[in-house]
C-alpha cells in the first residue's frame, strides 16, 4: 500500500481534477490491471523488474518487495476509482474560493480538498488492501512462493490445496478479512442523499 497510496492520489487528483486532454488514455492504463488477467501483470512486472528488466537494479523480483509491488499494481485501478469519486464529490466552489485567498494548489489540496474527500480516500484504501491482500497470479510469478518470506495468504492456500482442512481454514481466513475490509469499505463511503 505504501508503494500504491502516492501514486493512486496523484492520479485520482488528475483524473478527477485535471485537463481533460489525455485524460480517457490515463484512465485507460490505469484500468489496465482491473481488466488484464493477474498472470498478465505478473509477466509485465517481471519484464521490468526481473533479470534484464529496466528496472532490475532495484532488485525485487524474487523478493518480498517484488510480491509487494505485485499487490501494488493489481490494487492501484480499485483505489484509484473509489479515491477519484470520491475527490470529484469535493465542492470545487470551496477550492475556488481558497485560491481566490491566496492559497497556492498544494495548499488547497492539502487543507480543503484531502480533509473534505477522507472518508472516501479512506474506504479507496480499505477496498484497495483487500485487493491486495487477495491478490495471487501476479505474485507468485513476480515473487515466487518462498515459505515465510514471499508467501503470501492465497499462495498458502494454494499450497495447502492438497491438506483440504489446512486450506479450508486459510479459505476462512482469507474471507473473513476480505469481508471485514469491504464492509469497513462500504461504511467508510461517504453517505448521498436521495
Known amino acids: 500500500m505504501i508503494f500504491m497510496l502516492p501514486v493512486g492520489v496523484a492520479l485520482a487528483f488528475y483524473l478527477a481534477r485535471g485537463p481533460v486532454r489525455f485524460r480517457a488514455v490515463v484512465e485507460a492504463v490505469v484500468m489496465l490491471p482491473l481488466?488484464?488477467?493477474?498472470?498478465?501483470?505478473?509477466?509485465?512486472?517481471?519484464?521490468?523488474?526481473?533479470?534484464?528488466?529496466?528496472?532490475?537494479?532495484?532488485g525485487f523480483a524474487g523478493t518480498w518487495l517484488g510480491a509487494s509491488a505485485a499487490a501494488a499494481?493489481?490494487?492501484?485501478?480499485?483505489?484509484?476509482?473509489?479515491?477519484?469519486?470520491?475527490?470529484?464529490?469535493?465542492?470545487?466552489?470551496?477550492?475556488?474560493?481558497?485560491?481566490?485567498?491566496?492559497?497556492?494548489?498544494?495548499?488547497?489540496?492539502?487543507?480543503?480538498?484531502?480533509?473534505?474527500?477522507?472518508?472516501?480516500?479512506?474506504?479507496?484504501?480499505?477496498?484497495?488492501?483487500?485487493?491486495?491482500?487477495?491478490e495471487f497470479g501476479a505474485t507468485i510469478l513476480v515473487a515466487g512462493a518462498i515459505k515465510g518470506d514471499t508467501e503470501t495468504l492465497p499462495i498458502a492456500i494454494y499450497q495447502a490445496f492438497e491438506h483440504r482442512g489446512e486450506a479450508t481454514a486459510l479459505c476462512l481466513v482469507a474471507a473473513g478479512l476480505a469481508f471485514a475490509l469491504a464492509l469497513a469499505s462500504a461504511w467508510l463511503s461517504p453517505r448521498r442523499s436521495a
Open 35 to 58: 481488466v488484464l488477467p493477474p498472470v498478465a501483470i505478473g509477466v509485465f512486472l517481471l519484464a521490468l523488474f526481473g533479470r534484464g528488466g529496466l528496472l532490475a537494479f532495484l
Open 73 to 134: 499494481a493489481v490494487a492501484l485501478p480499485v483505489f484509484v476509482r473509489v479515491a477519484r469519486a470520491a475527490l470529484e464529490d469535493v465542492d470545487p466552489r470551496l477550492e475556488g474560493m481558497a485560491s481566490v485567498l491566496g492559497a497556492s494548489p498544494l495548499r488547497v489540496a492539502l487543507t480543503i480538498t484531502l480533509p473534505l474527500a477522507g472518508r472516501g480516500l479512506l474506504a479507496a484504501f480499505t477496498l484497495a488492501l483487500a485487493r491486495a491482500l487477495g
